[in-house]
């Protein structure tokens, strides 16, 4: 196992704790949420936020059910691709944002499992800024986008290959937010564009982060942090 892998292993080890049996869970994607999803054991009750963990979930005997609006999810277990000052994050690197995002807000708590090289000073430092936008006229949706986030970009499956579609079949353009940006002031106008979906900006959500470390420590993170 390599050091990254002994980073995501430790964090999802940490995450795992957290559910009781009791507990209605919501898992969001990627590689942290998977092998939390490992550590659960079956039975446990959960939403998914993608098709790829719905896959994973209902083959570790996880007992899935669908975000029908007649309860409340207890817990939120779900990554990032950056983790900022006071919690904020990047996330949609796996392009399940608009799904993360509906079953983050159906939680009563949302737990975030990273490795702790995604910490950073400032969201954006190292990762492009997933934008979830409808495919009709996307174009020039991205040049409306370009009054606020320049240099936005069509996500492709491989360089110059067909554009990346999400589960909910809207295209995803990636832009850099520039360094003298503040992230609510951001997420606010990308709000107000007309074709977007949804953006990556996942700010005042998360309660507590939980960051594993290459020697199999976990570092604790709680809203209010600063970096």
């Not at 999803?37 to 899935?64: F, M």
């Not at 991205?142 to 320049?150: A, D, E, F």
């Not at 106008?189 to 990556?200: D, K, Q, R, S, Y």
Request: charged letters at 30%; hydrophobic letters at 45%; a negative charge.
């Amino acid at each position: 196992m390599n050091a990254r892998s002994e980073a995501r292993e430790a964090a999802a080890a940490a995450a795992a704790e957290l559910v009781t049996p009791e507990m209605t869970i919501g898992l969001g994607s990627g590689r942290a949420v998977w092998a939390t999803i490992a550590r659960l054991p079956a039975g446990t009750r959960a939403v998914v936020a993608s098709d790829r963990t719905r896959e994973i979930a209902l083959s570790g005997g996880i007992d899935v059910l669908e975000l029908d609006g007649s309860f409340e999810l207890d817990l939120a277990i779900d990554g990032a691709d950056e983790v900022g000052p006071e919690l904020g994050l990047i996330k949609g690197g796996g392009g399940a944002l608009l799904r993360e995002k509906i079953v983050i807000s159906a939680a009563r708590e949302f737990v975030v499992v990273a490795e702790a090289s995604k910490k950073v000073d400032r969201l954006g430092e190292g990762f492009r800024l997933p934008i979830e936008v409808v495919r009709f006229a996307w174009q020039d949706t991205r040049r409306r986008l370009g009054s606020v986030v320049p240099d936005a970009e069509l996500r492709t499956l491989t360089e110059g290959s067909d554009p990346f579609v999400t589960d909910e079949g809207h295209y995803i353009l990636d832009a850099p937010i520039p360094a003298e940006a503040d992230a609510r002031d951001l997420a606010s106008a990308l709000e107000t564009i007309p074709g977007v979906v949804e953006h990556g900006l996942f700010l005042d959500m998360a309660t507590l982060a939980l960051l594993g470390r290459e020697d199999g420590g976990v570092e604790r993170l709680e809203r209010g942090y600063q970096a």
